[in-house]
C-alpha cells in the first residue's frame, strides 16, 4: 500500500508562486509514474503534470512554462513549483502515483497490473 500525503497549498496572488509537495511512504513498492491532477467544482478532474521514473514529463497546455514538476526519486517525493499563477489555478490540487508492490494482501509476489493511488488533495487558491 503507498500513502501519498500533499503539502504546500495555500493562498496566492495573481502573478505569485506556490510550490506542492507530496511525499509517497508505504513498504516495498516501485513507482513507475507521479504526478498531480487539479479539480475545480462542477468539473472533471484534470490532469496538470506528470513525470515517470526516467524523468519524463508533461504537462498540461495551459499551465506549460509556469510549472514545473520534479521528483526525488530518493525519498519518493514529488514536487509542483508553480509560477505566474493566475486565478484560473484555482483548485484542489491532487498527487497521484503509479505504483506496483511488491507483495499482495496474502503476501505473496505481486503480479496484477500497476495500481493507481491518490493523495488527500491540497486546496491552492489564486487571488487579490
Known amino acids: 500500500q503507498v500513502q501519498l500525503v500533499e503539502s504546500g497549498g495555500g493562498l496566492a496572488e495573481p502573478g505569485g508562486s506556490l510550490r506542492l509537495s507530496c511525499a509517497a511512504s508505504?513498504?516495498?513498492?516501485?513507482?513507475?509514474?507521479m504526478g498531480w491532477y487539479r479539480q475545480t467544482p462542477g468539473k472533471q478532474r484534470e490532469l496538470v503534470a506528470t513525470?515517470?521514473?526516467?524523468?519524463?514529463?508533461t504537462y498540461e497546455d495551459s499551465v506549460k512554462g509556469r510549472f514545473t514538476i520534479s521528483r526525488d526519486s530518493a525519498d519518493n517525493t514529488v514536487y509542483l513549483q508553480m509560477n505566474s499563477l493566475k486565478p484560473e489555478d484555482t483548485a484542489v490540487y491532487y498527487c497521484t502515483a503509479i505504483a506496483t508492490p511488491l507483495y499482495d494482501s496474502s503476501g505473496y509476489f505481486y503480479t496484477g497490473p500497476s495500481i493507481d493511488y491518490w493523495g488527500q488533495g491540497t486546496q491552492v487558491t489564486v487571488s487579490s
Open positions: 513525470i515517470t521514473s526516467d524523468g519524463s514529463t
Open positions: 508505504g513498504s516495498d513498492f516501485t513507482i513507475k509514474s
